[in-house]
């Protein structure tokens, strides 16, 4: 089974911390995500990486960077925590392969519920 | 814009009876969708996929529906369970961030099971 584990399921900072996510898979997958999930807003996409030392944006990442050092690990880094950004973050993986058709499951972590003082 | 919507926010079925959640999407270009199960505090589960070239595919006690030409996709429960609580949201590979790899989610339905 595919296993990607968060860091922490629940965490208190203070506004203008600095705070980091971890995001680790063992499955070797290529692609890993990292997503915010709001009530009556859905999944928003932050940031992506198809591959080590890669990263791309997504839908939302003012107020986000991102490192991926590893293949198994996906940092999310918040530089200066708002209380806006208080939200549960969502890391996801999938294989990567894809080449044959688009698409592919993406399979997630249990969360990160962040509340920003 | 093009999104993923669904019909019902909260759907709220007795327990034994089947549930149906439906999804509706806009994007013709999409041929691929997924729908997960979300239990309170925890992270999305994969249940089942279908591709476009398929218009229906079961699992266990989870059916899914894909009508291309109405832009409908449906997830049907047979027997629900008290552990079949949880919110349900469909996803779609068009249109979405992410690049090829990245999916497009619908804000979800609840699914209460009633005793």
């Known amino acids: 089974d595919v296993k990607v584990t968060q860091s922490s399921r629940y965490l208190v900072k203070r506004t203008g911390e600095k705070v980091f996510l971890e995001c680790v898979q063992d499955m070797d997958h290529e692609n890993m995500f990292w997503y915010r999930q709001d009530p009556g807003l859905g999944l928003r996409l932050i940031y992506f990486s198809y591959d080590v030392k890669m990263k791309e944006k997504g839908d939302i990442p003012e107020g986000y960077s991102v490192s991926r050092e590893k293949k198994e690990r996906f940092s999310l880094i918040l530089e200066s925590a708002s209380t806006n950004q208080t939200s549960m973050y969502l890391c996801a993986s999938s294989p990567g392969r894809s080449r044959l058709g688009s698409g592919e499951t993406q399979y997630f972590g249990p969360g990160t519920r962040l509340l920003v003082l | 814009g093009e999104s993923v919507g669904l019909h019902l926010p909260t759907l709220s079925v007795q327990e034994g009876d089947n549930s149906i959640i439906n999804c509706a999407y806009s994007?013709?270009?999409?041929?691929?969708f997924i729908w997960y199960k979300q239990e309170s505090g925890k992270g999305p589960q994969f249940i089942i996929d279908?591709?476009?070239?398929?218009d229906k595919r079961q699992g266990q006690r989870v059916t899914v529906l894909l009508n291309k030409t109405v832009k409908h996709l449906s997830l049907q429960i047979a027997a629900t369970q008290p552990g079949d609580s949880a919110v349900y949201f469909c996803a779609e590979n068009g249109n979405s961030g992410g690049g090829a790899d990245g999916l497009t989610f619908g804000k979800g339905t609840h699914l209460i099971i009633q005793p």
């Open positions: 279908i591709r476009s070239n398929m």
């Open positions: 994007n013709s270009a999409s041929d691929y």
